[in-house]
């Protein structure tokens, strides 16, 4: 089946710092890609997706790109601040199968942004 | 635009008894999933339905279930509740498959 890894957590940085969370995955066929942002407290906010490869997804100074030849969708952010402190998620959805619908998660990195 | 709404935001029951989560979808959203997010488990997706039939179904025992209704919301019913049913449960809507999956702020059910 689907499955999406992720990097180990947390990780903490200073403010103004370069972010990046690896993503890696496996799937059949042509998954759409997601980044979810969780702030404490609250439920999953979609940050930012792709659905095919070489598309590049961007919101909020983050970005990711659709890589089909490293089954990789890496988040990246040039300057990091406080307020992005939170629980970021990659996802995945299934086209076909036991995916089918269906969004796959990795296991969450939590993110620190100290002042 | 209201997004997706989840009732209630925090829910207390006792082991053995039965939970009721309601969601309801964004307007002209057709499909609806269902996730559990346990301390430390991540998210493990439950049910999901589109135009009122269950289309897909995650790893769960059968006292998970739920039903879609023609206004396109839904219920979860957690039947027999168990300490490690104990978890955020969330709701997330969609227009169609080929459409982004926009979840809600989430129930909050502790089995005490």
Redesign the interface.
Known sequence: GNSVTQMEGPVTLSEEAFLTINCTYTATGYPSL?W?VQYPG?????LL?ATKADDKGSNKGFEATYRKETTSFHLEKGSVQVSDSAVY?CAL?G?GG?S?????????TILTVHP | EAGVTQSPTHLIKTRGQQATLRCSPISGHT?V?W?QQALGL??Q?LL?Y?EGEE??R?NFPPRFSGRQFPNYSSELNVNALELEDSALY?C?SSLG?SN???????SWLTVV
Do not use: C, H
């Open positions: 997601f979810y609250e439920g999953l906010q979609l997706k998620f959805r086209a036991t089918y619908g269906k969004l796959t998660f990795g296991q969450g | 499909s999933y996730y991540g998210l997706f999901w589109d289309r897909n995650g969330l997330a498959l982004t999956i926009y979840f809600g702020e989430g």
